[in-house]
């Protein structure tokens, strides 16, 4: 069974600050997803990662995927209060057939 | 192109009712996920429906059940239920199947907030 461990679950930081989020697996990734949900919305997606090494920016957000394709990082810039929601990795794996998601990091930017 | 939409958009149940969610994919996509999100578990699979076929399910009771239309539009049930099935229900669509080493991208709806009370 692939499980996703999301690191840190919460954190509370001021506008201005970076942070970096984290999502690891002991299984290999056959391609991982990034998402950010918003209080009473649903997961949006952000980004896909599929190759070994790749580096990925949205704006202030950039998305590694580590070497081996067992864990993947997401760094903000400088951010700002429309950065606060849970942030979701999503992994698929060669030996099944559904996205398993990890269990989110909340994030609350503050003015 | 409209979104994914559920309803209700909140439900308020009592232990041993059962309830009927429904979910309306975007237009022309035919794969329609739905997930349980709890603040302690997570966000966790329940089901996957493309072309009317259950494709795939995730580890939940019998009590919970889907189904899928022609036009795509899907519903799930959960019958008999407990005060640990409180959660947001959410549905996603895509155009193709979504899990796998080569899954489609999903696009969720906002939710349905069920209550057991």
């Known amino acids: 069974t692939q499980l996703l461990e999301q690191s840190p679950q919460f954190l509370s930081i001021q506008e201005g600050e970076n942070l970096t989020v984290y999502c690891n697996s002991s299984s290999v990734f056959s391609s991982l997803q990034w998402y950010r949900q918003e209080p009473g919305e649903g997961p949006v997606l952000l980004v896909t990662?599929?190759?070994?090494?790749e580096v990925k920016k949205l704006k202030r957000l950039t998305f590694q995927f580590g070497d081996a394709r067992k864990d993947s990082s997401l760094h903000i810039t400088a951010a700002q209060p429309g950065d606060t929601g849970l942030y979701l990795c999503?992994?698929?794996?060669?030996?099944?057939?559904?996205?398993?998601f990890g269990t989110g990091t909340r994030l609350q930017v503050f003015p | 192109k409209a979104g994914v939409t559920q309803t209700p958009r909140y439900l308020i149940k009592t232990r041993g009712q059962q309830v009927t969610l429904s979910c309306s994919p975007i237009s022309g996509h035919r794969s329609v996920s739905w997930y349980q999100q709890t603040p302690g578990q997570g966000l966790q699979f329940l089901f996957e429906?493309?072309?009317?076929?259950?494709?795939n399910k995730g580890n939940f009771p019998g009590r919970f059940s889907g189904r899928q239309f022609s036009n795509s539009r899907s519903e799930m049930n959960v019958s008999t239920l407990e005060l640990g099935d409180s959660a947001l229900y959410l549905c996603?669509?895509?155009?193709?199947?979504?899990?796998?080493?080569?899954?489609?991208?999903?696009?969720f709806g906002p939710g349905t907030r069920l209550t057991v009370l």
């Open positions: 996603a669509s895509s155009l193709a199947p979504s899990g796998g080493p080569v899954g489609d991208t999903q696009y």
């Open positions: 990662v599929v190759t070994g090494g």
């Open positions: 429906y493309f072309s009317e076929t259950q494709r």
């Open positions: 999503a992994g698929a794996f060669y030996n099944t057939d559904k996205l398993i």
